[in-house]
Each structure stands twice: as C-alpha cells, then as structure tokens.
C-alpha cells in the first residue's frame, strides 16, 4: 500500500541520507583540516608551508622540536570590537570598587571609566595603562585568578550579546588545532595581560598556561600568616607590544618562531624577527576586511591599528589575511 | 680434548655471562629507575611522591598537565665548585676582551677577574654583577649563543679537568629522565642566565630552551641593515634569585609546581611557594655533605649557601638529601 511505503520509504531515505552524510562530513574534513577557510592564497600558504617544513624529503624540513607558532591575541585569535576584551573587564571591576573609590567621580581617567567612555580611555597615550592599573592591582595571583573566571563565564560582547570566548575567531581555531595535529607548539605572545589570557587559554584555545605570553606586572612575594603569596602590584614589569613581542619571545621561547600570526602595527617586530629566520617562514596577518559580519578597520582605527605592518607585509610578501573573502565562518556556530 | 675444548667452553661462558649481564642489568634498570641512589629516606620520597600523584585510584593524582617540576641548576643539576660555571665563562670571556679594555687592569672587579680572584668577585655585593655585565653584554643572542657554545666544547673544571658538562649530577639526571618517564614537566629555574644555561640544556639534561627559565638582561630589538637583531644591553631585567623565581615561576609557567630541588638559600622562596600548594608536594634539598667526592659545604659558604633554607627544611620537613649516605656516584662516568 503506497500509503504504508511511504513512510518506510522516507525512513530509508533519511537514514540513507543521514548516513551519506556521516561520510560526506567525514570525507571532508579528512580532506579539509581548514573548513573555515575558503580556497584561496592565505590557506595555500598555510597548507604549503605546513608541507614543507614537515616533509621529511622537503629540503625545508624542521624537526618537531623546532616548530614554533606564535599568535598575537587580540583581533588575531579573537575578536578585539567594540573593545578589548581585557578593558572590558577592567571597566566591571571599577564598578564594583569604585565605592571604595569617591575620588575616581572626579578624576580622570577614572571619571571616563566609570562612565563606560571608551574612547576618551583610548584618547590619551597613558589612560587606558591607568585604567588597567586601578583594576587589577593589589591582589594576589589567586584572586586575580578567580576573578577572571568569574567574569568570564558571565561577561558577554555589547554587540552581538555572546560570550566572549564564543568570539574567537573559528578559522584559527582550525589553524591552531592543524599545526598542533603536525606538531607545532602554539604560543599566544599578547599585549594583554598574562594572568588574563591564561585561566581560560586552555579550554579556549588548546594553549597551556606555560604558552602564553603577554604584559605583565611586578609580583612582590609574601609572607600572610606564613603562608607564601604572590601579590600583584601597580607596577609595570613588562609591556608585551611592538619590539617587546620579539625580546619577550626570546626571553621565554628563546628560539626564533617558525609562524607568526597578528593582525596590527603591535605585532611589527614579532613579524620583522620572525621572517628574518633562515629556511621557510610563515609571516601572516589578519586584515579584517568584513565591514558585514564584524567592522572593517585597519589604518585609522584606535582598536588594534593596521598601518605599518600592512605596508611591511605588502612590501615583504607577507600573507594578509582578507576575512571578507577569505573566511567562509567567523565564529564557532552557536551549539 | 682437553685444551681444544677449554677455549670453546671459554667462550661460551663468556657469551653465557654477558648474555645473564645483559638481562640482569635489563632487569635492574626495569626494578630501579634510580641507580644513582642509594636505597633510603629521599630515594623513598620520591618513588612514593610519584606513585602517589600518578596513580588515578590515589587521592593525591594529579593529571599529566599539572605535573610541573622545577629545579635549580648550580649545585642542583651540577656542580658548582670551584666556581660558579658561568663566573669561569665570563673571565675567560674578559681575558679575550681585556686588550680592548685597558682600564680593567687598574679598576675593580675588572682587576680582579683577570687575575681571576673568584674569593675578591665574590667578597663584594656588586662585584659579581659587574664582571657579569662587562663580559657578557653588546652581542647579539645568536653572537652571545655561539660564543657559550663554543667556550662550553673546550672549557674544564679545574678540580677534576673534566668537561663542565659532564660535571652534572648522575642522580639528579636519573631524578629528570624518571619524572619525564611519569609525564612531568621539567624546568630549570636557575640564578644564572638564562642564555647562558640553553644552549646546551637540551643535550645534557633533556630539557628545551622554552623551560629554562634565569636570570635576564634587557634586550634592544634592532633593524641593523634592516635585519632585525636582539642586542643583550649593560642593564639587568631580572634576578632569578631568592623572592625572584617563585615570582618568574608565576610569569613563566603560571602554575605552582608539584616538586622543586634546589640547595641554597636563593631556592627558599621557590621551596616554600611549591610546598605550599594544597595535595601532595615534594620539596627536596641536596645537601654537599661530602667531603671526599667533592667538597662538602653548607651554612658559610659563599657559593651555594645552606643556612636559612636548611633550617626550614628541618622545620618543615622537607627531604634533604645527604650526599654522602645517597648518592651512590655523583658523576656520570667516563666513557
């Protein structure tokens, strides 16, 4: 009866499509480690080098131990707009302290961060260091730590309402996972704060505390009660920017990296120092070129500026990154 | 007949002890992983540390990626008499140098490090810095990696003419093959320098560049003819000593270790830091009881001083390792 088939028949069809498309997925992605990205220049230039510096017959061969990747952070691996993730959290903390705080209502650049004023924090060269000290000074490591965390589970993007760690960017993911599958080691080397990035890098990104990189402030080691504490202070110890992404590589790497991704004039001389090594190197930088599913910005922008080390890459042959074309996802779908 | 035969049946005794060698000595090293040492009290902390935190059935386990193990390198890993390893390095370094530099033969420290008066460097706070600094900065990383290297192939200990490197401690190396064997984390974090200390790391102790951590100077990034260049300056970034390393343990590794091996008071702070972590730790001091093997020394010496830490050893019980009774050969030997 074809009324009775017709069911069956539907079940074998979703069945037989279901299991078509088990393979189909399966197929694809033993085929495509990269399925974020589209064909194009940027994923053949990682594909390429990846083959080459793993081959053992290649002449650009590289033995594990040697494979080193490093990734600037903010708008490299995630998305750095409407601002940075780490000023975000600074200016939720002040709101908690600032009872404790009458004179921030009147001084800046305290005034500014309690009023969420973004930009006047990034008007001035020495604000948004100011804002970051008022916020995250004077606690020990493991306060810090949990306050993180705490944050994080809670805290979500103004502009699209999700969490930030759903707002890393998908095709890095990918192409972090691809180089550990060929025995790359993953560093993040940020201008942000290392005790930020790490209580979450791991779940997040793959990357062990011990492989992240960033600014840090002076610790002063205590006794509270006998029990040894480290605190953190109001003092700058490291700004992990610029040419201190280089001499902060060297002092916790010490070997020139293989790869090197960012995305802004920060990330120059990690760059510069990396595509200066001998043999095959990989110098890519994202560009985000959207302006439809995130802002487009490069070299005006206050976030994460583009300028000089876009002229450098297309100077140098470097790999640019253009999101518009280049990114079929931008962010891990929403499970 | 008799005589024909005796060779024949030699032989096969021969091959028979060999073989019965083979298996034996296959079999001692299956049963101890630590020949160095003789069977007691720190022999027996660490086996019962190590099962305890990798046994999944125990309360005390502790995943694989928590499994940090730090140690101090100068009379830790190896020895440092008559001297600090890297104070022989640096007068040799200024012997070379010394034509460039009349003013060393009138002025101190400079004097007295020609005329390589290790008691007069070490009599005075600065001293030590000071011949530190003139002999080891305006090179490049790669000019200051090549020259360790170099002088590392020919330079000996002046007590027993041996290799520096081959000064290390047997028992301490067993300690770091037996920990990697149970998916530890090996790291040095040692008072000397840093790019002193990895060049050769790798080959004589296991360990890569990226965990050592050390004493550091600041760097100058550099285009020089547009290649980009790290420059060590004149100017200290960091002492890896005493308050500083559970301080660079933080900035470095960003967890508190599990176990830690120093032997002086510059390895307290780190000693206390580990011991404090909550579950099972293990804190371990080698104490130069000696006295024939090499020469014994603790509470007023001025390399390597065992005075406060010793006592918060006892205090605290930590396991001391008493040279003399334990270690059963100090070094590799000869081959």
Redesign the interface.
Known sequence: MPQSRRPAGSTIGIVATLIAGLFWSARVSAADPLPAWNEGASKRSITNFVKRVTDPTSTGFVPP?ERIAVFDNDGTLWCEQPLYVQLAFALDRMQIMAPQHPEWREQEPYKAALARDVEAILSKGDYLMKVMMASHAEMT?VEFDRAVKEWMATARNPQTGRPYTDMVYQPMIELLAYLRAHEF?TWIVSGGG??FI?PWA?QVYGI???R?VGS?VK?R?E?REK??T?VRTSEF?FINNA?GK??AI??????RPLAVFGNSDGDL?ML??TA?GSGPRLAMIVHHTDGVREPAYDRKSNIGRLDKALDAALRNGWTVVDIKREWRTLHPLVP
């Open positions: 131990r490591t080691q290392v005790d790490r791991k062990p505390p011990e992240v840090t610790l080691f006794l029990r040894p480290l110890d040419a280089p001499i060297q002092k916790h790497i010490g070997r001389q510069q120092w200066a």
